[in-house]
């Protein structure tokens, strides 16, 4: 074992993947290794080796080649333009225009259609506010008074509501799967190495760089940078390298219900209350409020399906008149990323571990931003030569409160 293990290795205590049984150290080095090898991870693979600045090797580690947890697999994938923020609009929109191009297209089923942003009298000068944003941003989105929400969604009951926001032409949803498998397909066709494993620890230097991973099978793999792209899994990795990362996994929970009257020219819905839905073929889905919404462990996908009855049924109900006589036909569980700091994702390397990078805390985004948030850092990458060296931390995500690599 090199010396540099000697800081993870502390007091004389194995660590996990030296009491593997299975444990043998490798004759093997990447490039670049990314823990995660969902639709994050896959993509981050996808832009580096696409990039013609970048000739080295590179290795995705995702124990689930089936991708059953994922939040590629257990995501709504809707994407969306109407942020609150510029820079958020602009990583959406690049990722909607991915979508559009060969080879996505016609294998994603990219579905164009609106999100519908509802509000009361007391939600009305914030969606006006975030409308006068997108606009800026050049966003197609129209405010509708409330007796204009009656004419173009006569199947909406608008009684309680002043205003709604929608668009044309710029949101809608797709085949969050589908994507993940087309980003895996053609990252192995280039020569990417899928390693069915599980990142376990890092071993760093003692200036703290990264200079291999540990897997549970494989041991030890030397590689130049690592990325964090684990989703819910990131924050235990990053505690191994010494960094506080504020990302927990919190639960979300979708039924699929179908009904007998038929809602034409249905947009994805944001009630007021935070319940959402929207139509996936010839039947329906929703999301219920999440509140309160605790930090769960990342093993737990359990449902509560209570909460159909107790908490979507009423608001639906009350919203569209004809989802009284809905029926429920199924329901699942996934997980969001979430950054509890400031709710917006870590990308970039980290301060004073500058071969670490995070590619984590996507949120509801993981399925919209992933292709333009890592063009965005990956050009950094193999610009700088990645096999040697990232000179400087991201200034968007220098620091946050509790991070012990904060200056």
């Not at 009305?124 to 989105?141: F, K, M, Y």
């Not at 020569?191 to 620890?201: E, H, N, W």
């Not at 760093?204 to 792209?229: E, F, N, P, T, W």
């Not at 329906?284 to 979507?312: Q, Y």
């Amino acid at each position: 074992m090199p010396n540099s293990a000697a800081k993870i290795v502390s007091g004389g205590v194995l660590q996990p993947w030296q009491k593997c049984e299975r444990y043998r150290e490798l004759d093997s080095e990447f490039s670049v290794l990314i823990a995660g090898g969902g639709v994050i991870g896959s993509a981050c693979a996808y832009y580096l080796h696409s990039n013609p600045n970048f000739s080295g090797s590179i290795a995705i580690v995702e124990p689930d080649p089936n991708y059953t947890y994922a939040a590629s697999a257990r995501s709504a994938s809707s994407i969306r333009q109407q942020f609150s923020t510029p820079v958020n609009i602009a990583l959406s929109a690049f990722g909607l225009s991915v979508l559009r191009q060969t080879p996505f297209h016609s294998s994603v089923g990219l579905m164009v259609s609106s999100y519908l942003y509802l509000a009361t009298a007391a939600g009305r000068s914030a969606l006006e506010q975030r409308s006068a944003i997108q606009r800026a941003s050049q966003v197609p989105v129209a405010l509708h008074e409330r007796a204009e929400l009656a004419q173009h969604y006569p199947w909406l009951d608008t009684s309680d509501l002043a205003a709604g926001a929608d668009t044309v032409g710029v949101e809608g949803w797709f085949d969050g799967y589908a994507l993940l498998k087309l980003l895996r397909a053609a990252n192995e066709r280039a020569g990417v190495s899928y390693l069915r494993d599980t990142v376990i620890g890092f071993e760093q230097s003692q200036d703290r760089r990264i200079v291999a991973a540990l897997l549970h099978q494989h041991g030890r793999i030397g590689c130049g940078s690592a990325v964090l792209a684990a989703g819910t899994r990131s924050r235990e990795l990053a505690a191994g390298a010494g960094v506080d990362l504020p990302v927990f996994a919190r639960k979300r929970t979708v039924f699929v219900f179908s009904c007998p009257v038929a809602i034409p020219g249905c947009p994805l819905v944001i009630d007021p209350s935070g319940l959402w839905f929207r139509p996936e073929g010839a039947r329906f889905l929703c999301g219920v409020p999440a509140d309160p919404d605790p930090n769960v462990s990342p093993d737990d996908f359990e449902v509560d399906h209570s909460l159909f009855d107790s908490v979507a049924w009423p608001i639906l109900a009350r919203r569209v008149p004809a989802f009284e006589a809905v029926r429920v036909t199924s329901a699942w569980a996934g997980h969001y990323d979430y950054n509890v700091f400031d709710q917006n994702a870590f990308v970039g390397p980290v301060p004073e571990i500058p071969n670490l990078l995070l590619a984590s805390g996507f949120r509801v985004m993981a399925c919209n931003m992933p292709p333009a948030s890592v063009v965005a850092w990956l050009n950094i990458l193999s610009m700088a030569n990645i096999a040697r060296s990232i000179s400087r931390p991201c200034p968007m995500r220098a620091t946050w409160p509790g991070s012990r690599c904060a200056s």
